[in-house]
């Protein structure tokens, strides 16, 4: 099993070609605003505040780098949809993002969080779908299942699975998690450790 023993904040900017040197393997945390990303990531890293959380949508308007174990990045992205911002702010986001995305060349997979309690988001489909059309490899987080019963969970990832077989010959990779329980760690830390080992970086 991985284990992080050191996360480090390295940079944040809006601007791909100030990224560090893509020579290490990388991994971005994506999805609606106020998904549970933040808290997703300081339980990963097992820091308290490494991610700022908020109650408030869109609190991270950057791309936030931060080298793990001297080994590997994961990035903080921003999220889509909602947020309290002018339209042209977050079109500004929305253009950055996708650049970032699209010419990453070290970006080994984007982990797309899904807020667990919700019926299938227009939003999280659309995006999932450009992500497929533009060939980058991603991976569904489901979030806050610890808001579910076991019962309500089982049934809401069944309508998913049913919505994404439309467009999808399978449903994607997928982990379920909670930034309380803690659940669904170890199954991403070790998704992330057995990329790290095929990458050539």
């Not at 780098?65 to 921003?78: A, G, K, Q, R, S």
């Not at 994607?172 to 998690?177: C, G, K, Q, R, S």
Request: positive net charge.
């Amino acid at each position: 099993m991985m284990e992080i023993k050191e996360a480090r904040f390295i940079i944040s900017n809006t601007d791909v070609k100030k990224c560090p040197a893509p020579n290490k393997p990388e991994y971005a945390f994506i999805g609606r605003s106020n998904v549970g990303k933040s808290s997703l990531i300081n339980m990963l890293t097992n820091k308290k505040s490494l991610a700022k959380t908020s109650g408030k949508p869109g609190k991270t308007q950057v791309i936030n780098h931060f080298i793990i174990n001297e080994e590997w990045y994961l990035v903080d992205l921003p999220g889509y949809g909602y947020a309290k911002a002018p339209v042209t702010e977050r079109k500004k986001w929305e253009k950055f993002i996708r650049k970032y995305i699209l010419e990453r060349e070290n970006l080994y997979c984007l982990f797309v969080l899904i807020d667990s309690r919700h019926e299938p988001q227009a939003v999280d489909i659309e995006f999932m779908e450009w992500l497929g059309i533009s060939e980058i490899p991603f991976a569904m987080v489901f979030t806050k299942i610890d808001k579910l019963k076991p019962e309500e969970l089982d049934i809401n990832l069944s309508i998913y699975e049913k919505k994404m077989q439309e467009r999808w010959e399978k449903m994607p990779d997928f982990f379920v998690t909670s930034a309380e329980t803690r659940q669904g760690k170890t199954e991403l830390l070790d998704f992330i450790g057995r990329v790290n080992k095929q990458t050539n970086l």
